[in-house]
C-alpha cells in the first residue's frame, strides 16, 4: 500500500525567511512524488513533482523539493517567502511497482507567512 | 489549453435527491479521475479511467455513486440518494500519456451540500 504523512498540520513562517514543508512516504516499488497547492475554495495546482533523476527538484512559484530515499522524505522549501504563498500544501505518492494510476494524498500542511 | 472544467461549481441538494456533475478534461487528456475531498482533509481517489474504459475504483465509490466517460471525452459523476456523509467538494482531473510521470492537472471542484 502507498501512503503520505505531512506531520505538521500548520507551519507558520515571517516573510522573507525560508519555507520548509515536512512530507515523507510509504510504497513498496518507487515513488512517483507531487506537491500541489491549494487556495480557499479553489481546486489543487500542480507545484512540482519527482520521478528520477536528480533530487532536488525546482518548481512553479520559486519552490524546490528534496527527494531523500533513505529518509523516505519529500519536503517542500522555498529560500525566500512571500505572503502570498499562504495556503493548504498536499504531498502525494503514487507507486510505480502497482500498476495503479491513483494518487495517495497527505491530510495537507497549512502555510501561514506572516508580513 | 483551457484547463480542467467542472459544472455545477456549487449544488445543495435535499437528502435522498440524485446528483450529477459533469468534467471536462484537458483536451487530449485521454485519462480522467475523480476524487472527494473533506473538509480539513485531503482528496481522496474515487475513481479513474482511461478513455472511455473505467480501469479503477476505490472502495469508496459505494452502489450509489457510477462515473460514466461515454465517448472518452467529458465525464459524469452521478450520486443516488443523496446522504449528508456526501457533503464534499467533488474534484476532476486529467492527463496525458507523459512518459515523464503523468502530470496529473485539477479542476476547480463541484462542491456538493446535502441538506
Known amino acids: 500500500a502507498q501512503s503520505v504523512a505531512q506531520p505538521e498540520d500548520q507551519v507558520n513562517v515571517a516573510e522573507g525567511n525560508p519555507l520548509t514543508v515536512k512530507c515523507t512516504y510509504s510504497v513498496s516499488g518507487n515513488p512517483y512524488l507531487f506537491w500541489y497547492v491549494q487556495y480557499p475554495n479553489r481546486g489543487l495546482q500542480f507545484l512540482l513533482k519527482?520521478?528520477?533523476?536528480?533530487?532536488l527538484v525546482k518548481g512553479s512559484y520559486g519552490f524546490e523539493a528534496e527527494f531523500n530515499k533513505s529518509q523516505t522524505s519529500f519536503h517542500l522549501k522555498k529560500p525566500s517567502a512571500l505572503v502570498s504563498d499562504s495556503a493548504l500544501y498536499f504531498c502525494?505518492?503514487?507507486?510505480?511497482?502497482?500498476?495503479?494510476?491513483?494518487?495517495?494524498f497527505g491530510s495537507g500542511t497549512r502555510l501561514q507567512v506572516q508580513p | 489549453d483551457t484547463g480542467v472544467s467542472q459544472d455545477p461549481r456549487h449544488k445543495i441538494t435535499k437528502r435522498g435527491q440524485n446528483v450529477t456533475f459533469r468534467c471536462d478534461p484537458i483536451s487530449e487528456h485521454n485519462r480522467l479521475y475523480w476524487y472527494r475531498q473533506t473538509l480539513g482533509q485531503g482528496p481522496e481517489f474515487l475513481t479513474y479511467f482511461q478513455n472511455e474504459a473505467q480501469l479503477e475504483k476505490s472502495r469508496l465509490l459505494s452502489d450509489r455513486f457510477s462515473a460514466e466517460r461515454p465517448k472518452g471525452s467529458f465525464s459524469t459523476l452521478e450520486i443516488q440518494r443523496t446522504e449528508q456523509g456526501d457533503s464534499a467538494m467533488y474534484l476532476c482531473?486529467?492527463?496525458?500519456?507523459?512518459?515523464?510521470?503523468?502530470?496529473?492537472?485539477f479542476g476547480e471542484g463541484s462542491w456538493l451540500t446535502v441538506v
Open positions: 502525494a505518492v503514487r507507486d510505480d511497482g502497482t500498476g495503479r494510476r491513483a494518487l495517495t
Open positions: 519527482y520521478i528520477t533523476g536528480d533530487n
Open positions: 482531473a486529467s492527463s496525458s500519456f507523459d512518459p515523464s510521470g503523468n502530470t496529473i492537472y
